[in-house]
């Protein structure tokens, strides 16, 4: 009996002692809420480390909202709890529970003020608390924030998580974060200098700053870091990390330069076999490529409003769709207008330009001045990080992929069609082409609006990159007509070349020359090269082109 009325006891003192553990952590995290409260920065930074340290789940939101700056106070009762904005004043939430109260007006509330000082240490703490997330990303962003922030209080952390990290991206991020943190922190030499070599496996800006920070000279020739072996050091890691730099963007440049060449191909294909087949200058090129991105903006409009689900779809959707609306176009174009100035090249200018303007204005009665927003789906959203701080951005490779297939879909439909063998047959003799039984008056019309529809498709294209506004086009008609120029008139391989080759040396004289002065020394040297070569880089061939 005795035996038994002490087994109750210790199962009663069992089960207050599990009541009371929630309401012991409770306090604690209403007195670490109270001091962030205190007008002394130590006693709030204290406050942070405890919130991090107690490992309650109210914690990081907490934080969160405290850096975010939506930590407040009720004048009333001094009640702690996390705003947001609303018509009428705030939303405000408990800060211990997460428990919705309702709306109050802004009078009502006390701001919990935070400097500079107070972010650098929730971002540490927020950091510690999310470095074993189960989330890869949050670990990440974990990592970066215990980098920036570099706190001796986080070397711990920051091994064990490294030490059980299996993501090697993850582990990369966590590493670069241990190495600034004990350059910063640490007083052994001989750890610092291989922080300094550890640093320099990193390629990118924010490394290259702490390293180069060391080798600063003060006003009074005193350097930041006083020790001549870690500044040698640091000396030697900054030439690597520069040295990587410079090579990753030479390759950004090579990789902007073809992205920038496939929308030019893009742009200019339609055009290169239509100036070819028909001998045709057509200025509304580019608003074949305008209303192709309108298109895109009208099926996405569509998608948003009936396919909310299906968005990612919208662009496969709006390819097809380009192509039809602005063959038709095309066709129209030709079959109202050009058909009856064959032969006189100024009359055609002019009348495609002024078509060029008619369009341009009535786009602007229908949608507008302004840029409309379209959307990039989700597999066109974010960049590839290759090693070494190297990103290619998904929409652009998405883009040269496409520029690629429409160009060999395109060369595959002249080669072995008979519509194709039909309009290279024109292309080189028109009068023979005719005399043989070839309607040239329906390849003429099937070639203008092939040619629209291609630039349609471009639209597509350069509403993933660029403001779809009435004058997209007026962008990309001179660099088109350089590109077909500069690779031979009516000539795919010649144009595929010519825009992958005006896209790469655009790239690498922007940094130099500028936009604006590099358009114009591209422009001088492409006249220069037409004065040896009129014909361009690839020639046609046949009796027509050659008397």
Known sequence: MPALSKLFRLRAFAVLIVLLIPSAASAELAQDLQALTEKSNATKV????????????????????????????????DRMVVAEDSAGGYRIFDAMTGEALGEVGKRKLRKVRINNRLRQAVKAALGALTLGSSDPAARIQAADAVFRSAQSDMLGPLEAALARESDLKVASRLARALAATELATSDDKATRLAAIEALAAFVDQEVRAIVSGLLIIDGEGRPAEPDSDLRAAAAETLKTIESKLAFNGFIENIFQGISLGSVLLLAAIGLAITFGVMGVINMAHGEMVMIGAYTTFVVQEVFRASFPGAFDYSLLVAIPAAFLVTGLVG???????????????LETLLATWGLSLILQQVVRSIFGPTNREVGNPAWMSGAWEVAGGLTLTYNRLWIILFALLVFALLMALIRFSGYGLQMRAVTQNRPMASSMGIRTGWVDAMTFGLGSGIAGMAGVALSQIDNVSPNLG??????????????GVGNLWGTLVGAFSLGLVNKFLEPYAGAVLGKILVLVVIILFIQKRPRGLFALRGRAVEN
């Open 46 to 77: 204290a406050a942070v480390e405890s919130l991090a340290a107690g490992g309650h789940e109210r914690a990081v939101p907490i934080l969160q909202a405290f850096l975010a700056g939506r930590l407040f106070q009720v004048k009333e009762d």
């Open 331 to 345: 066709i129209g174009i030709e079959r109202g207008v050009i058909r009856f100035l064959y032969g006189r090249p």
């Open 474 to 487: 007026q962008g990309y008609i001179i660099d088109s007509f350089m590109v077909v120029v500069f690779g």
